[in-house]
């Protein structure tokens, strides 16, 4: 019975990892960048929670993922875009420079001493069971969003030009398809995904910080790389599997001190097995 | 006017000259051909015309408007696309995704279909694997799939980059009979070959390219009794 309960934690936390994740790897998979200020719009999207919530909880999702759509759009287009074509290393070096503009802006916003709001939803009694509501609304909201996404990506016009794009710029271009506009959207989509786990992430800390997107962020990124970076799939299990991982090692005492350890071991374990992550494919060789 | 006038086009790879200031032209209706060996500067010059990379210089109109420096998404707006060297069909999509990829740029809904089936009745190989992942097609499959793929977007002028690489020489030979016909439907070609003796047969014109150089240019017969092009690229 406490196995389930883990269970269903691990689930619900590993939803939380997996949206997050996806943000890193649709980036990755189409503007072939890692963009590591995506922790940072999670922050982003709970300050906005955090101002909103006295108003109105439904308000204040709205907001959080209307901000972050426009802040993930706005560094696209005057720190990324610029460097379409550059080196690798100064995209990335960028993407530091983003992350620490943006916990700077909140500290000069907000402070730097961290924000409580206890938010308590309750706790559903099921026998002998019992479950966070927010734990469960973390885990169908989760599933919800991931399964909005593969339907979007494989079943609309947009979705599928970015499988084209992450497949092959040149041939994607050729068919008539706006690269850029492909790679706004992307962003569009990672942010808001960013927003929505930046709220269940709030429910479960209850703690704001302008750090407050480096651990989930950090956490989604190892998952995104453990399912195989770029692919949509690989995200979502990866997630999953580091979020069971996760309670899994909480639960038990004895190695409860050492989850973090555990977790970037079995990214080390896998990358060591499978380079390419569990579901990553192999690109083909370009000549 | 010629449907597509390139003129003194220039383009660098980093320091090296890759095409060094050569103009044709391609008149509507016709099949022209660009022949010379590998490294001349074929494919460069189909890339940069289209604008999937850059031009160091000189200008390309197509049908009246100046494209040197449009996007190539907006150039395939405009009614010109090109199957490129190694036909790059996506391999992850399916068949089917493949084709309406190809119909990305046109908004006209109703037309999709009679499109779709006009493409399946070209090549019946893709109906029956419509639903099959791309990159589990064949050689000769893809080619088709890349063909396809390519008139979803009624071009009124198709590129084709080296069509026949890597095709057993009954597909090849297959391939020069469509594009034929494709000609004959009333779309313009223009053709990057190694395989200069077939090219030249079915074109109207045709151009060598040497170093990044135009070096010779004719109608497809002429060439083909040119004793240099008989040399180089006819094997004597």
């Given at each position: 019975?406490?196995?389930?309960i883990?269970?269903?934690?691990?689930?619900?936390?590993?939803?939380?990892?997996?949206?997050?994740?996806?943000?890193?790897?649709?980036?990755?998979g189409?503007?072939?960048?890692?963009?590591?200020?995506h922790?940072?719009?999670?922050?982003v999207?709970?300050?906005?929670?955090?101002?909103?919530?006295?108003?109105?909880?439904?308000?204040?999702i709205?907001?959080?993922i209307?901000?972050?759509?426009?802040?993930?759009?706005?560094?696209?287009k005057?720190?990324?875009?610029p460097l379409?074509?550059?080196?690798?290393?100064?995209?990335?070096?960028?993407?530091?420079?983003?992350?620490?503009?943006?916990?700077?802006?909140a500290q000069v916003?907000?402070?730097?001493a961290p924000?409580i709001?206890?938010?308590?939803?309750?706790?559903?009694q099921?026998?002998?069971?019992?479950?966070?509501?927010?734990?469960?609304?973390?885990?169908?909201?989760?599933?919800?969003?991931?399964?909005?996404?593969?339907?979007?990506?494989?079943?609309?016009?947009?979705?599928?030009?970015?499988?084209?794009?992450?497949?092959d710029?040149?041939?994607?271009?050729l068919?008539?398809?706006?690269?850029?506009?492909?790679?706004?959207?992307?962003?569009?989509?990672?942010?808001?995904?960013?927003?929505?786990?930046?709220?269940?992430y709030f429910?479960?800390v209850?703690?704001?910080?302008?750090?407050?997107?480096?651990?989930?962020g950090?956490?989604?990124?190892?998952?995104?790389?453990?399912g195989?970076?770029?692919?949509?799939?690989?995200?979502?299990?990866?997630?999953?599997?580091?979020?069971?991982?996760?309670?899994?090692?909480l639960?038990?005492?004895a190695?409860?001190?050492?989850?973090?350890?555990?977790?970037?071991?079995?990214?080390?374990?896998?990358?060591?097995?499978?380079p390419?992550?569990?579901?990553?494919k192999?690109?083909?060789?370009?000549v | 006017?010629?449907m597509?006038?390139?003129?003194?086009?220039e383009?660098?790879?980093?320091?090296?000259r890759?095409?060094?200031?050569?103009?044709?032209?391609?008149?509507?209706?016709?099949?022209?051909?660009?022949?010379?060996?590998?490294?001349a500067?074929?494919?460069?010059?189909?890339?940069?015309?289209?604008?999937?990379?850059?031009?160091?210089?000189?200008?390309?109109t197509?049908?009246g408007?100046?494209?040197?420096?449009?996007p190539c998404?907006?150039v395939?707006?405009?009614?010109?696309?090109?199957?490129?060297?190694?036909?790059?069909?996506f391999?992850e999509?399916?068949v089917?995704?493949?084709?309406?990829?190809?119909?990305?740029?046109?908004?006209?809904?109703?037309t999709?279909?009679?499109?779709?089936?006009?493409?399946?009745?070209?090549?019946?190989?893709?109906?029956?694997?419509?639903?099959?992942?791309?990159?589990?097609?064949?050689?000769?499959?893809?080619?088709?799939?890349?063909?396809?793929?390519?008139?979803?977007?009624?071009?009124?002028?198709?590129?084709?980059?080296?069509?026949?690489?890597?095709?057993?020489?009954?597909?090849?030979?297959?391939?020069?009979?469509?594009?034929?016909?494709?000609?004959k439907?009333?779309?313009?070609i223009?053709?990057?070959?190694?395989?200069?003796?077939k090219?030249?047969?079915?074109?109207?014109?045709?151009?060598?390219?040497?170093?990044?150089?135009?070096?010779?240019s004719?109608?497809?017969?002429?060439?083909s009794?040119?004793?240099m092009?008989?040399?180089?690229y006819?094997?004597?």
């Amino acid at each position: 019975m406490d196995f389930l309960i883990t269970l269903v934690n691990g689930l619900s936390l590993g939803g939380i990892y997996a949206m997050i994740a996806l943000g890193y790897t649709m980036v990755y998979g189409i503007a072939k960048m890692l963009n590591f200020a995506h922790g940072d719009i999670i922050m982003v999207g709970g300050y906005t929670i955090l101002l909103f919530i006295p108003v109105n909880p439904v308000l204040a999702i709205v907001a959080a993922i209307v901000f972050c759509v426009i802040v993930g759009i706005t560094v696209e287009k005057f720190a990324y875009k610029p460097l379409r074509g550059a080196s690798p290393l100064a995209v990335l070096i960028t993407a530091i420079g983003v992350s620490t503009l943006l916990q700077s802006l909140a500290q000069v916003i907000f402070g730097s001493a961290p924000k409580i709001q206890q938010i308590n939803l309750g706790a559903l009694q099921l026998g002998e069971l019992k479950i966070e509501i927010s734990t469960i609304i973390t885990l169908v909201c989760s599933v919800i969003v991931m399964l909005a996404l593969h339907l979007f990506v494989k079943y609309t016009k947009v979705g599928r030009a970015m499988v084209a794009v992450s497949e092959d710029k040149g041939a994607a271009q050729l068919m008539g398809i706006n690269v850029n506009f492909i790679i706004m959207i992307t962003f569009a989509i990672g942010s808001a995904l960013a927003a929505i786990a930046g709220l269940f992430y709030f429910l479960k800390v209850q703690t704001m910080t302008t750090t407050f997107g480096a651990l989930p962020g950090i956490k989604a990124f190892t998952a995104a790389v453990i399912g195989g970076i770029g692919s949509i799939p690989g995200a979502m299990v990866g997630g999953l599997l580091l979020g069971v991982v996760e309670s899994i090692c909480l639960s038990i005492p004895a190695i409860s001190a050492y989850t973090d350890a555990i977790e970037f071991s079995i990214l080390i374990i896998i990358l060591l097995v499978k380079p390419t992550g569990l579901l990553g494919k192999k690109r083909r060789e370009k000549v | 006017m010629a449907m597509l006038e390139v003129h003194d086009l220039e383009v660098n790879y980093g320091v090296i000259r890759a095409i060094k200031g050569i103009s044709f032209e391609v008149n509507e209706g016709e099949i022209v051909t660009l022949i010379g060996a590998n490294g001349a500067g074929k494919t460069t010059t189909m890339q940069s015309i289209v604008g999937l990379i850059p031009k160091k210089g000189g200008t390309v109109t197509f049908q009246g408007e100046d494209i040197t420096k449009t996007p190539c998404h907006k150039v395939v707006h405009l009614g010109m696309t090109q199957v490129p060297e190694g036909r790059r069909i996506f391999q992850e999509l399916t068949v089917y995704e493949n084709l309406l990829m190809g119909a990305y740029s046109n908004k006209n809904k109703a037309t999709l279909k009679e499109d779709l089936q006009a493409i399946y009745a070209r090549f019946p190989r893709l109906e029956e694997r419509k639903n099959q992942v791309a990159g589990t097609l064949s050689g000769g499959e893809q080619q088709m799939l890349a063909m396809g793929r390519a008139l979803m977007s009624h071009p009124k002028l198709l590129m084709l980059d080296e069509p026949s690489m890597g095709l057993s020489p009954l597909l090849v030979d297959q391939v020069f009979e469509i594009i034929k016909d494709i000609n004959k439907g009333g779309t313009t070609i223009l053709l990057v070959e190694q395989n200069a003796g077939k090219s030249l047969a079915i074109s109207d014109r045709a151009y060598v390219l040497e170093n990044g150089e135009i070096v010779l240019s004719g109608t497809g017969k002429e060439l083909s009794e040119s004793e240099m092009v008989r040399k180089a690229y006819l094997g004597g």
